[in-house]
């Protein structure tokens, strides 16, 4: 059947059948056909809550759940790196455990070579007897002495604090983030919908229940950036706009 016939049935079309013949003279960008499809659907009138009501609820829902995901993302990156701080820390304690042993051994016989070598060389030099400075009384000390150079020096080389120093840097900027959109969501909740936060949080996104306390021990003393919190506050209030009719 030719393309024109079919027209003539566009009003027989289910709703699942118009939209998916909408959907793709969208998708091949055909504006005459969309344009058909559209006027030739039915229109009904339906009773329904204001919507003024479901539109402010919806939008709630919406911004609520926008929201709780970038915190939720924010704390999860924060877990990962206090975890990953801990198994460098367990890793650095177990790394110097083990080489401790090596490090006392390698010192021993560092000073047992160094002796026996003056040894060596004083009898080359055709004196008689052991090198008369060499002290086999002291060798365990010479030894304890050298370890202790040994071990810090390699704590110093080892914990430079650039890794720790990376992780700090990411989570004191994790920190900043969620507070800074905890706060501009603070600000929204007042001045869009006159209520507090959590009680938003709670009514419009269930799963969220508990996340303000666990914001606040996540975040401790981090402060709001000013620059981005002003940001994300303009994000919210045209989100709002958006969804909700003056």
């Known amino acids: 059947m030719r393309k024109d016939g079919l027209k003539k ?34 229109r009904k009138k339906y009773i329904m809550n204001d919507l003024a009501y479901v539109e402010r609820l ?4 919406l911004i609520s759940s926008h929201v709780c995901a970038e915190l939720r993302e924010a704390l999860a990156a924060l877990r990962i790196i206090e975890a990953c701080k801990e198994a460098v820390e367990t890793y650095e304690k177990l790394l110097f455990s083990s080489l401790k042993w090596a490090d006392e051994e390698s010192a021993r016989s560092f000073h047992q070579g160094w002796d026996a070598g003056c040894d060596h060389a004083w009898q080359v030099a055709g004196k008689h007897g052991p090198f008369p400075w060499n002290d086999e009384a002291d060798l365990n000390e010479r030894a304890k002495e050298m370890t202790k150079r040994i071990e810090a020096e390699s704590r110093s080389e080892a914990s430079d604090g650039s890794r720790q120093d990376t992780l700090e840097k990411t989570s004191e900027a994790l920190r900043v983030r969620a507070w800074t959109i905890w706060e501009a969501f603070s600000w929204f909740c007042h001045e869009k919908t006159g209520l507090e936060p959590e009680t938003v949080l709670r009514a419009c996104f269930p799963p969220a229940l508990g996340l303000p306390e666990e914001l606040e021990d996540a975040v401790g003393s981090a402060q709001a950036d000013s ?13 709002w706009c958006e969804l909700v009719r003056p």
């Open 9 to 42: 049935l566009y009003d027989r079309l289910t709703p699942e059948e118009r939209f998916q013949l909408t959907a793709e003279a969208l998708a091949r960008e055909d504006e005459r056909e969309t344009e058909h499809l559209t006027s030739t659907c039915p």
């Open 58 to 61: 919806r939008a709630s829902q």
């Open 227 to 239: 620059a981005s919190l002003e940001d994300y506050r303009v994000m919210l209030v045209n989100t």
